[in-house]
């Protein structure tokens, strides 16, 4: 002991020794070990109990060597020449046996009492270093051997065998770099499944290839901070588009790949504001988007001023959270920010080839939004909170010169909507309907006692029948919410005309029923927060067409898929009629000026039709914290670019004005043939 401090004394006279570096706990509690044993004073107590401890230290010893073998470590290679598993067992088990018959023989009056000693020492040992020993890597044996186990397994699942009574949502994200709270939000909806995050580098494969190290390795420091239970996959490609297909197609190992791509919605460049500005040019199919200049949405963690120089580092801020903060500069402006970045045409064609894949698409928007109360992760909940209250301040700073959302209450769309102040000016408004956009009155069904008084307030050419369960039902709905006014929804939004209700066509991709809606509404409230915070409402636009016996059909249906539904919202279907996207195809074709595209006949009644559903979907969300609904359908491709990036453009603004002021949205579309609900269990 002496010596050692000796030693260590003359070490530090050394130039470049490192402080810290020599195990001076360690050898501190050797040597009070040592003491306390040489204090004993009697040989016969001291030597059952030190060969309990060696034969521990051969038994693992042993075990690690078996695990080894077991595992085919290729690099495990002894020299003694009979080395087998079989050898390396009988030592461990011949071990234990010496341990506590040499305990048992000469401790007569103790009998066992020092070899379960020696054990439970031994895996007090073995607990604190798995959870407390530096972040060394020391070549783990039971790395070795869970790899071995994994690849077992993987052999062993067959994806021919599997049932929709075993089906769980297995994520793959496109990340968007800055919306964090989306991340979260994969992870508590994957329930078990496979998550991975797909990241595109944009550039050529030779010369970018080595920089996916440091892309792999700022993704999974993330993840383990943040606690986040996922896969990284990177790809490099000449685009954003094909970057993310690859992903698609290489991502997953055998039965263990993706059901389901999460993705933000596009946001369009108010440069582009036009429809047509991608008509008189189309995108090249092969041609890379220009990046962001220096990669924009990292001034989260760096400095824009200081990205373009390469011999600057990067300004860190306190209280930001960033995936690719420490990356190199040279790196950031090559990694494709998100998804919502591409041109409408690339978005466009991203989402058909994914359903080509058979996989299920979800499309996010406004998930800047969420609570972050609803958020797991610690690190991004405080992420999200800091960034919402800077976000309001700014809101109470600017409220003189922001403009406030124009929504105009429908008398037509929502089946109970007004309030009483709104009943007196029934008349009145009815006549300047089209000419005034009004204030979103707020949603109140007091003093609706009946249904014809319903009626009224829907206006009087309603031809709506409301079921009496329903009329029931609106009269419970006035009393819980005199009761529990801060009660939460996680929505999910039913065009009762887009589904048959009849379990015969369950196998044709959600033709029956909205079954991947309400599974993913469903594997969310699993989680105990938000199972906790919100409840699960459904709102079921029917049209003149809808009738008593359909209701308990729906009904029914709802009791035999076991989904816990709380409310039951009927809501009218707009009146305004949607043109067919084979018509704005045919328009668009005959358009000579981009600049008119606006102002095509069918261009202007599709964004009408999608603004009188905002409108409704707005005035009914007040309480809701998440929302789904079918993403509405894709318009088809007439092989000709140009019309067909003017008609991507369209759809997209429609999309736009369909999310606009909404709470957190996913759009869902279904790509799996096999249901997702199980009617067997």
């Not at 990356?327 to 970045?341: H, K, M, N, R, T």
């Not at 309030?419 to 000016?425: A, I, L, N, R, S």
């Not at 704005?584 to 095509?600: F, G, N, R, S, W």
């Not at 079918?630 to 359908?633: C, E, H, N, V």
């Given at each position: 002991?002496?010596?050692f401090?000796?030693?260590l004394k ?5 130039k470049?020794t490192?402080?810290?570096?020599e ?9 009070v ?5 040489c ?5 016969n107590?001291?030597?059952p109990?030190a060969?309990?401890f060696f034969c521990?230290s051969?038994?693992?010893v ?5 695990f080894?073998q077991?595992s085919g470590?290729?690099?495990f290679?002894?020299?003694f020449?009979y080395?087998?598993?079989?050898l390396?067992l009988?030592?461990?088990v011949l071990?234990?046996i010496v341990?506590?018959f040499?305990d048992y023989i000469?401790?007569?009056?103790e ?10 020492c031994?895996i007090?040992?073995?607990?604190y ?8 890597v ?6 070795s ?5 994994v690849?077992k397994?993987l052999l ?5 065998k599997m049932?929709?009574?075993l089906w769980r949502?297995?994520?793959?994200l ?11 939000f994969c992870?508590?909806l994957?329930?078990?499944g496979l998550?991975?995050v797909?990241t595109?580098l ?8 080595d920089?996916?190290t440091?892309?792999?390795r700022?993704?999974?420091?993330f ?5 986040i239970?996922?896969?990284p996959?990177?790809?490099i490609a000449?685009t954003?588009?094909v970057g993310?297909e690859n ?13 389901t791509v999460?993705?933000?919605l ?5 440069s582009?504001?036009s ?6 040019s189309?995108?090249?199919?092969n041609?890379?988007?220009e990046?962001?200049p ?7 963690g760096l400095?824009a001023?200081?990205l373009?120089?390469p011999?600057n ?10 995936v690719?903060?420490d ?15 591409m ?5 466009l064609?991203?989402?058909?080839n994914?359903l080509r ?6 499309v ?6 969420l609570?972050f ?19 309001k ?19 037509e769309d929502?089946?109970?909507?007004k ?7 029934h008349?009145e ?5 089209e ?30 029948n409301?079921?009496?369960r329903w ?10 919410n005199?009761?529990q ?6 929505d999910?939004?039913?065009w009762?005309?887009?589904?048959s209700?009849d379990?015969k066509?369950?196998d044709k991709?959600?033709?029956a029923f ?5 599974q993913?509404?469903h594997?969310?409230l699993?989680n105990k927060?938000?199972?906790k915070k ?8 029917v049209n003149e067409h ?6 308990a059909?729906f009904?029914?249906l709802?009791?035999?898929?076991r989904?816990?539904v709380?409310?039951v919202v009927?809501?009218?279907?707009t009146s305004?009629?949607?043109p067919?996207?084979?018509d ?17 006949k069918s261009?202007?009644?599709m964004?009408n039709?999608f603004?009188?559903?905002?409108e ?13 609904f079918?993403?509405?359908?894709m ?6 670019d140009a019309?067909?990036a003017?008609?991507a453009r ?6 736009c004005?369909?999310?606009k002021n909404?709470?957190?949205?996913a759009m869902?579309?279904?790509g ?10």
């Open positions: 002991f002496f010596f401090f000796l030693k003359k070490k530090k006279k050394k470049g490192k402080k810290g570096d195990p001076r706990r360690a050898v501190l509690f050797t040597w070990v040592a003491q306390l044993l204090l004993i004073g009697r040989v107590t001291i030597a109990l060969t309990a521990v051969y038994a693992t042993n075990l690690s060597c078996f080894l077991v470590a290729p690099n290679r002894p020299e020449k080395s087998s598993w079989h390396s009988f030592g461990f071990n234990i341990m506590f040499v000469f401790v007569i009056g009998k066992k009492k020092k070899a379960l000693g020696a054990v439970a031994m007090v040992v073995f607990v270093l798995m959870y407390r020993s530096p972040p060394y020391w070549g783990d044996v039971t790395q051997v869970i790899f071995h186990q690849r397994y062993r699942l067959d994806e021919r049932h929709s009574k949502p297995s994520v793959l496109l990340v968007d770099n800055n919306d964090f709270a989306l991340i979260d992870n508590n994957k329930k078990g998550y991975v797909g595109v944009t550039g050529e494969f030779a010369k970018y290839a920089m996916t440091y892309i792999r700022q993704w999974l420091e993840i383990e901070k943040n606690n239970k996922a896969f996959q990177i790809s000449p954003a588009r993310y992903i698609l197609l290489l991502c997953g190992l055998g039965a263990m790949q993706p059901n999460v993705l933000p596009i946001r369009l460049s108010s582009s504001s429809s047509s500005s991608s008509s008189s189309p995108p090249s199919k041609k890379s988007p990046p962001s220096v990669f924009e949405t990292y001034q989260e400095d001023n200081h373009n120089t011999t580092k990067p300004k860190k801020h306190k209280k930001k959270l960033s690719f903060r990356l190199p500069v040279e790196i950031q402006g090559l990694v494709v920010d998100s998804p919502a970045e041109s409408p045409f690339d978005y064609l991203l989402l058909k994914i894949f058979e996989k299920n698409i979800v996010t928007e406004n998930f800047q939004k609570d109360e609803l958020v797991i992760s610690r690190p991004i909940q405080e992420h999200v909170e800091h960034e919402q209250h800077s976000k301040q700014g809101q109470s700073h600017d409220a003189d010169g922001t403009e406030q959302p124009e929504h105009s209450e429908s008398k929502v089946l109970v909507v309030t009483p102040k709104q009943k007196k000016e008349s408004e009815e006549e300047e309907e000419e005034e956009d009004e204030e979103p009155a707020e949603l109140s069904l007091q003093g609706i006692e009946s249904k014809e008084e319903a009626e009224h307030h829907s206006g009087s050419n309603s031809k709506l409301v079921p009496d009329q029931r039902y609106w009269t419970n709905l006035r009393r819980t005199a009761t006014g801060s009660s939460k929804w996680v999910v939004w039913i009762a005309d887009s589904y209700f379990f066509d369950r991709k959600d033709k909205p079954m991947l809606m309400m993913l509404a594997v969310i699993l927060v938000w199972d919100a409840s699960l409402r459904v709102f079921l636009v809808w009738q008593p016996n359909d209701d059909k009904h029914e709802i009791r035999e898929l989904i816990k709380e409310q009927p809501v009218k279907a305004v009629q949607k067919k996207w084979d704005v195809l045919e328009e668009l074709k005959t358009c000579e000026d981009p600049q008119k595209i606006a102002e095509m261009v202007q009644q964004q039709y603004k009188s559903i905002n409704t979907m707005f005035t009914l969300s007040g309480q809701t914290y998440l929302t789904f079918a993403l509405p359908k318009p088809p491709l007439s092989q000709n019309v067909d003017a008609c369209v759809y997209f603004e429609c999309l004005t369909l999310n909404l709470p957190p949205t869902v579309a279904t799996e043939s096999m249901p997702v609900i199980s009617l067997e269990i």
